[in-house]
């Protein structure tokens, strides 16, 4: 009887973990993705999995100071949260903000919540992709630093259990999105740049 109950009790413990496993598995996935063929250097690839929020005009106080195009993209628990860049070129500095963990999906929260910021020198523009943490995702991973040089498609960071990218591009360019898009990081062309 008793080796019964420790039996059954085994897998009743064990069961939620494994559950909680698989969860981890599932969600730190990375898989390999591969930019359209022939890519043109004008492009700018989504930096990560989603659903596109905002695709035009900037919104509120979100953008840095100039005049920009935001593409917002909110990543659910269930998208791959691996980040890659956008476009090819340097680093020409990161920030980090520390700040509140408002839900993703939230105007405020490209603002007020904690974020980094990763500024990219293409050709003589200047591309933003910012990475943001929402209610769930309480800690973004950036490894990149300044100076460096990068791949349009190259894995930059990741961001934990669901949370937000806004990728700020200069007010010429083209967006190719629109909201309510599903986009997936390093494949789909989110804007074109006027010149490149």
């Not at 935001?70 to 949260?81: A, C, E, G, K, Y």
């Not at 090819?88 to 839900?103: M, Q, S």
Request: with cysteine; charged share 20%.
């Amino acid at each position: 009887m008793a080796a019964a109950l420790g039996a059954w009790l085994g897998w009743f413990v064990a069961v939620p973990f494994f559950v909680l496993a698989a969860f981890f598995t599932f969600f730190f996935r990375d898989p390999d993705r591969h930019a359209p063929a022939a890519l043109s250097a004008a492009a700018v690839l989504s930096p990560a999995d989603g659903r596109v929020l905002v695709a035009g005009a900037p919104t509120s106080d979100a953008a840095p100071p100039g005049s920009w195009k935001q593409i917002s993209i909110f990543l659910s628990p269930m998208d791959v949260h691996v980040n890659r860049v956008p476009v090819a070129g340097r680093v020409t500095r990161v920030l980090l903000t520390r700040g509140r963990f408002l839900p993703a999906y939230h105007n405020d929260a490209a603002t007020v919540n904690e974020r980094s910021e990763i500024w990219i020198d293409h050709a003589g523009q200047t591309i933003v992709a910012r990475q943001i943490v929402g209610i769930l995702a309480r800690r973004v991973v950036c490894r990149l630093q300044g100076g460096e040089t990068v791949e349009a498609g190259q894995r930059f960071g990741v961001m934990k259990f669901g949370s937000r990218m806004d990728v700020f591009v200069p007010d010429d360019a083209e967006i190719t999105v629109r909201v309510g898009q599903s986009v997936r990081g390093g494949e789909t062309v989110i804007a074109v740049l006027h010149s490149a």
